[in-house]
């Protein structure tokens, strides 16, 4: 169970990792697997801690996928929007999952179950178009099969 974020308990975390070599990544998983997500209030602490700019923490959080930095749902579904999928129709599929979920990519279902999100080429193109729901790969994805997975797959 994710945490309410907690300023003094991720200045902890960040002072935890500090001296470590290739520290902020480890603080930055830390971070999220206690809150869920990567705060930006927090992105100047991680400056300091890591002698580098804000901008820099920013450019880390934001290039890999797998950092938040809003609260999510309880499940993230990820479909590729990257050419080889495209290709096999993840637009279409998108935009099916858009309405069958009633959100856009970055939001949350009202009910906080779904978060949904684009990823940019999951190593998985023989099989496109793909989709990742809770960090496990799907190929071959269907709007109907991701709202089987969606079902069956609950948390
Ligand atoms: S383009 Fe979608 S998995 Fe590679």
Redesign the pocket.
């Known amino acids: 169970m994710q945490k309410i974020w907690d300023p003094q308990r991720a200045g902890q975390i960040i002072e935890d990792y500090a001296e470590v070599k290739g520290g902020l990544i480890e603080a930055l998983h830390a971070l999220q697997a206690e809150f869920g997500y990567i705060d930006e209030a927090v992105y100047a602490s991680l400056a300091r801690g890591f002698n580098i700019s804000r901008a820099e923490v920013y450019g880390v959080v934001s290039f890999y996928h797998d950092f938040h930095n809003h609260p999510t749902g309880k499940r993230v579904l990820k479909i ?1 929007q ?4 495209q290709a096999r129709g ?1 637009r279409q599929l998108t935009k099916e999952i858009r309405e069958l979920l009633g959100i856009d990519f970055g939001e949350t279902t009202r009910d906080g179950e779904v978060t949904l999100e684009p990823v ?6 023989a099989v ?3 989709a990742m729901l809770d960090n496990r790969v799907y190929g071959r994805v269907t709007s109907e099969r991701l709202k089987t997975l969606l079902k069956e797959t609950q948390l």
């Open positions: 590729c990257a050419e080889a999928c993840s940019y080429c999951l190593g998985n193109c496109s178009p793909n």
